[in-house]
């Protein structure tokens, strides 16, 4: 099934969780993997929007369609859960701290002792949220939801823990210890697992490439789906 009268709604790169003014949690993602599956979304898609972390600016400029810029991980909830809609194909491909510090100091912390211990909070879990929103809400029905697991060891088991939990219709898995699958790269590697217990593995291509390939199984899940 086309996505053509979907509206594909595509997260990428990290969030940043904020300890003082001049130091945050964060991670090494890019934001190429999410631009890449916005870019293909765009090409076939009713609408498709980009909600992305803190990128370089490389990275959306020129994009022919809407981008929503977010700094935290709550920030990043609050984006997502404000364009979905029924029928919509959500592509969780940013990357969001898990945790945040308890509390943010209003000043730069100084460098006083030889340890520093900073208390964190667990951050809302956003897949979790839509699962709980699309159950309980009429209105989003029909969503499709693709998550993505970038992990770096018991790589299916963790992969095929996270479709099954968070209630995800697909599953890109990311094994970030291969070579040339990592973070900031120009390609990857991916093994997609569906709900129904399909598999479909990607090998080192560029992200273009994989965004194109992710794409195609989406549109055939869907078809699946309405047969």
């Known amino acids: ?11 990428g790169g990290p969030t940043r969780e904020w300890i003082d003014p001049v130091r945050y949690i964060s991670n090494a ?3 190429k993997m999410g631009a890449a599956l916005a870019d293909a979304a765009h090409e076939r898609s009713a609408e498709t929007v980009f909600i992305h972390g803190p990128v ?26 404000g364009e979905l809609r029924g029928g919509a194909v959500l592509i969780m491909a940013a990357a969001p701290a898990d945790y945040r510090p308890a509390e943010r100091s209003g000043l730069k912390i100084k460098k006083k002792s030889d340890e520093l211990r900073i208390d964190l909070v667990k951050n809302p879990d956003i897949l979790k949220t839509v699962a709980s929103r699309k159950a ?8 499709f939801v693709v998550g993505f697991a970038a992990e770096t060891h018991d790589v299916e088991a963790y992969a095929l823990t996270k479709l099954k939990e968070k209630d995800l219709d697909m599953i890109c898995l990311n094994d970030v210890a291969k070579e040339g699958a990592g973070f900031s790269t120009d390609t990857n590697i991916v093994v997609v697992f569906t709900r129904g217990g399909g598999r479909l593995d990607f ?3 560029t992200k273009k490439e994989l965004a194109a390939g992710i794409l195609d199984k989406i549109e055939d899940e869907l078809g699946t789906r309405n047969q």
């Not at 099934?1 to 997260?11: E, G, N, Q």
């Not at 309980?136 to 969503?143: F, K, M, Q, T, Y």
């Open 1 to 11: 099934m086309s996505l053509r009268d979907r509206k594909v709604i595509v997260t």
């Open 29 to 31: 993602s890019s934001g």
């Open 56 to 81: 370089d600016g490389s990275i959306i400029a020129g994009r022919p369609y809407r981008t929503v810029a977010v700094e935290s991980t709550e920030d990043l909830l609050d984006a997502v859960m």
């Open 136 to 143: 309980a809400d009429p209105s989003l029905e029909g969503i």
């Open 203 to 205: 090998p080192l291509m």
